[in-house]
T-cell receptor, first 113, second 112 residues
Framework: GENVEQHPSTLSVQEGDSAVIKCTYS??????FPWYKQELGKGPQLIID?????GEKKDQRIAVTLNKTAKHFSLHITETQPEDSAVYFC????????????FGKGTKLSVKP | NAGVTQTPKFQVLKTGQSMTLQCAQD?????MSWYRQDPGMGLRLIHY???????DQGEVPNGYNVSRSTTEDFPLRLLSAAPSQTSVYFC???????????FGSGTRLTVV
């Protein structure tokens, strides 16, 4: 069945460094890839997404890249700040279910001041 | 806009009890979904709807029912609560198929 693998499960960086989180998906028909940030006690919040007709998208300090051939996509956070500390989830559409999303298991990012 | 509103925020149930988790959105979104979040398991889809009167099952539907009589509301019913249903439940909505979800703030449910 469809699957989304996310790595690493935990990531610790120094403030100002970059952080990269990677995900792979199994359904070659997938065409939409969002990333969510979840802070403690809150619901996930969409931070950036990419559609399959582009290879990269940037929004200030965050960017997402997509490699359709290899079926993987990555989240890049530059100049990390303590407020970037959270759990990040990638997702991809689940085939045959009107595009409902399958989520990766999450990456807990800790940014140390 | 209030976005996606979930009630209650916290609930404790005894095994065998039933209850309804409420979800409402004011963004006129056609698509709505229920997810549960368990430690180390990420978010798993319970049920979803692509419009009023249309619902379907997700990955983990057993023990749950849904209905969608209006665009705004998508309640989730637990028929006979079990300890395995202890989880955080999130309702989410989106305007169409190739768009991201807006999530509610969640309901933390404990079944004892």
């Amino acid at each position: 069945g469809e699957n989304v693998e996310q790595h690493p499960s935990t990531l610790s960086v120094q403030e100002g460094d970059s952080a990269v989180i990677k995900c792979t998906y199994s359904d070659s028909a997938s065409n939409y890839f969002p990333w969510y940030k979840q802070e403690l006690g809150k619901g996930p919040q969409l931070i950036i997404d990419i559609r399959s007709n582009v290879g990269e998208k940037k929004d200030q300090r965050i960017a997402v890249t997509l490699n359709k051939t290899a079926k993987h996509f990555s989240l890049h956070i530059t100049e990390t700040q303590p407020e970037d500390s959270a759990v990040y989830f990638c997702a991809a559409p689940r085939g045959g279910s009107q595009g409902n999303l399958i989520f990766g298991k999450g990456t807990k990012l800790s940014v140390k001041p | 806009n209030a976005g996606v509103t979930q009630t209650p925020k916290f609930q404790v149930l005894k095994t065998g009890q039933s209850m309804t988790l409420q979800c409402a959105q004011d963004m006129n979104h056609e698509y709505m979904s229920w997810y549960r979040q368990d430690p180390g398991m990420g978010l798993r889809l319970i049920h979803y709807s692509v419009g009023a009167g249309i619902t379907d099952q997700g990955e983990v539907p057993n023990g749950y029912n849904v209905s969608r009589s209006t665009t705004e509301d998508f309640p989730l019913r637990l028929l006979s609560a079990a300890p395995s249903q202890t989880s955080v439940y999130f309702c989410a909505s989106r305007p169409g198929r190739v768009y991201g979800y807006t999530f509610g703030s969640g309901t933390r449910l404990t079944v004892v």
